[in-house]
């Protein structure tokens, strides 16, 4: 092989090591001899060189096992009172759920109600999503019960107890109505019998007048009356004074 001449024809430059295209032919010892590429670290050769894989087709397995590991959702993992796990044969009698025994309107029992957590979803084969279509999530106050002809009892006697609250309220209305009428009508009275005591009074001070006059005019006789019994006795003693010759 031919010495490559330094760079920029300077003789203090190393010269650089030829590199190798192959392995060398042979070691001495128990190096074994190297056939093609040479593995970085390899000195004896008991390494192994992996063959190198394409990254788009393990993308495309590890996708393909993300899609494969579907998610496991356990119904009854959390501790819900109302969402239990069906019970087994011991535990049928344990944990039976409360029955609560209602009456409906006429006193009749009403078949077992069902407890209702927060919300409740209406499925897709529930006969209740036609009533209550637009919504999906229902949400309960208390009981449900399951007999409509029950609910209806129900829904009717509410229906008649809010028409007997109107007719009470029509009547009231009717009875303010006269009680007004009457107020107006006393008044009118109350205003009549005002003028009749105003012309009583007038009237009692006219009378009281002529009882005022008269008695002054009685009065007045009773004087001259006594004025004249007093003349008839003075007439009389003067009368009895007289000697019988002197007297008419």
């Known amino acids: 092989m031919e010495n490559v001449p330094p760079p920029n024809n300077n003789p203090n430059v190393l010269e650089e090591e ?11 010892g128990f190096v ?12 004896n050769g008991c390494l ?10 393990e993308d495309k397995d590890m996708v393909n096992n993300e899609e494969d590991d579907a998610e496991v959702i356990n119904p ?8 239990r796990p069906p019970p087994t044969s011991d535990e049928e009698i344990k944990f ?3 029955v609560v025994q209602i009456a409906d309107a006429d006193d009749v029992p009403i078949p077992p109600v069902i407890h209702f957590g927060s919300n409740f979803q209406v499925g897709e084969s529930s006969a209740t999503r036609y009533l209550l279509a637009g919504n ?25 107890q809010m028409h007997d609250r109107y007719k009470t309220k029509k009547n009231m209305a009717k009875k303010l109505r006269q009680d007004e009428l009457r107020m107006n009508g006393l008044e009118f009275d109350i205003t009549a019998l005002e003028s009749a005591v105003r012309e009583n009074r007038s009237k009692h001070s006219k009378m009281m007048k002529l009882i005022t006059g008269l008695s002054r005019e009685f009065t007045e006789l009773k004087n001259q009356n006594r004025r004249a019994e007093e ?12 000697p019988n010759n002197l007297r008419l």
């Open 18 to 28: 030829p590199i190798l295209d192959q392995a060398p032919a042979a070691f001495v």
């Open 32 to 43: 074994p001899q190297w056939i093609g590429g040479q593995i970085p670290d390899n000195n």
């Open 48 to 57: 192994e060189e992996d063959p190198e894989e394409e990254p788009e087709e």
């Open 76 to 83: 009854y993992k959390e501790d819900d009172h109302y969402n």
């Open 96 to 98: 039976a759920p409360h």
């Open 136 to 160: 999906s999530k229902v949400y309960i106050p208390g009981l449900m019960c399951c007999n409509l002809k029950s609910v209806h009892r129900v829904v009717m006697k509410l229906s008649k």
């Open 231 to 242: 003349l008839s006795h003075w007439e009389a003693w003067v009368r009895g004074r007289i």
